[in-house]
């Protein structure tokens, strides 16, 4: 029994002997395998750049980013640039080679093998701008800029204390800008800025101008017009940097007659309600404070002030007696869509010149697309809330079923239309002593895209400022 189990324990150890020797062997073969299958691959080597000139001008080398940039004064030509030197990890190559011309327009991949390790760098120049791009007084006032003579203009209410105001700069990438941001200055008299942005530098000279009569004005609800939404305060950021002797005042500074408008000739009220406003009664409801003021509005309408109506605001003139007793006289066809998630223009929206309206101030200088007919007011990338109040035509609705008929009931001249013939933008000429107004409805007249897509660029946005610089001069001729 015992020479049993002592045969039974000899049997398991040589069992155990066995499968230990079995597996060193395997892993013997494993590591012989693994060494086999790499032994050609080359991975050792750099594949650094290490030195880069273009056209003599030196890069600047982020290996983090495994970026290259080359600065280059503020008007250069970088359509043919020579790559005047170029250092890279012994034994490695390059796509670029030392001495070939590249069009830096546009960036440029430089892969550097070495053996069978790769690396990609990327290679982009960058113009030494010197460049003050937008210059706002307090959060408020926004500077007319003319880069032709390096001038700010920047006009504020006669109330305001102009030996202490803070301007809020923005300025060319890396470059820096002295007195500073955010900074306290006295603007009693003109006050320079210097730009400094590496071979580029430029002197900007700013003048504040303290004025007791607006030439122009921008009304909304807010107190102040940081306080606009985003739409409005694009619109009228624009109206303040590009309408001399323009300002923002609410509908309460109106009604308080804080403001001296004998010298005014436009007031511009750009309306904007996420999820439109729908006719004459949703309009009461939701701009009680506008029609608070339509009494003010009246007077300096009835005494030969001019306005700039649109989005929303095209229901205005039915209630201050533009159109008659008939306050029924509001768009009939009015849509909107919220901020946040405006639609996304697929290509440039457009509305048509009404026939025979081609000569119109108001078209001149536009940006032309493939149809002349057409105003074109974005691009595609552009986000839009197709914010609409128009009028409708046609006898299935009632009302105005035809645009003659529209002209007689409301005492507008038709200047646009939609692709349905609807009533997109207006105007009610000057006569008797009484100012003139521009209405634009389109849901196509758009400020803001709350983000861009696609690698937007701007074309035909341009006719947005194009017809309404046209507008204020049309006003005020």
């Not at 430089?110 to 982009?124: E, K, Q």
């Amino acid at each position: 029994m015992i020479t049993k189990i002592r045969n039974c324990a000899l049997s398991i150890v040589n069992c155990a002997l066995f499968y230990c020797a079995l597996c060193i062997m395997n892993c013997a073969l494993i590591i012989s395998c693994s060494s086999d299958h790499v032994s050609d691959l080359q991975l050792s080597g750099d594949c650094m750049v290490e030195n880069i000139r273009l056209d003599n001008y030196e890069g600047i080398i982020d290996l983090a980013s495994r970026s290259i940039l080359v600065r280059l004064p503020e008007v250069y030509e970088t359509s043919s640039m020579q790559v005047t030197a170029l250092s890279i990890s012994d034994g490695a190559e390059c796509n670029i080679k030392q001495g070939e011309t590249l069009n830096m327009d546009a960036a440029k991949v430089l892969s550097v093998r070495n053996g069978d390790v790769v690396l990609n760098w990327t290679l982009s120049v960058l113009h030494d701008e010197a460049r003050i791009s937008q210059f706002v007084i307090n959060d408020i006032y926004q500077g007319a800029i003319d880069q032709e003579s390096k001038t700010i203009t920047v006009y504020v209410p006669g109330s305001v204390d102009i030996t202490s105001l803070v301007p809020t700069i923005t300025y060319s990438q890396n470059a820096t800008v002295t007195p500073s941001t955010g900074v306290a200055q006295d603007f009693s008299q003109p006050v320079t800025y210097k730009v400094t942005n590496n071979s580029a530098e430029s002197t900007y000279t700013v003048t504040v101008i303290a004025i007791e009569k607006p030439k122009a004005l921008f009304i909304g609800e807010a107190p102040v017009m940081n306080d606009l939404d985003p739409e409005a305060k694009a619109a009228c950021q624009w109206m303040l940097g590009n309408i001399g002797g323009s300002l923002y005042a609410s509908f309460a500074d109106l009604r308080a007659g804080t403001l001296d408008l004998s010298e005014c000739g436009v007031i511009w009220w750009h309306y904007h309600v996420d999820g439109g406003v729908d006719g004459h009664d949703v309009f009461m409801a939701k701009a009680p404070y506008a029609l608070d003021t339509k009494n003010e509005l009246r007077q300096f309408y009835e005494n030969g002030g001019s306005l700039l109506l649109t989005r929303y605001a095209t229901n205005l003139p039915s209630f201050i007696g533009v159109t008659g007793d008939d306050e029924w006289t509001t768009p009939n066809n009015c849509w909107g869509q919220n901020e946040d998630g405006a639609e996304l223009c697929g290509g440039p929206w457009s509305f048509r010149i009404f026939d025979g309206q081609n000569d119109h101030p108001m078209w001149q200088g536009l940006v032309q697309g493939d149809n002349p007919q057409e105003v074109y007011c974005t691009d595609a990338g552009y986000h839009i809330t197709n914010s609409t109040a128009q009028y409708h035509i046609g006898t299935d609705w009632g009302g105005y079923d035809d645009h003659a008929t529209w002209e007689a009931r409301t005492g507008g001249k038709i200047l646009g239309v939609g692709g349905d013939g609807a009533v997109v933008a207006w105007e009610y000429p000057a006569h008797d002593g009484k100012g003139g107004i521009i209405c634009i409805g389109s849901g196509c007249y758009d400020w803001y895209s709350y983000t861009y897509e696609g690698g937007y660029t701007e074309k035909f946005h341009k006719n947005i400022e194009i017809m309404t610089q046209n507008a204020f001069n049309y006003l005020t001729k």
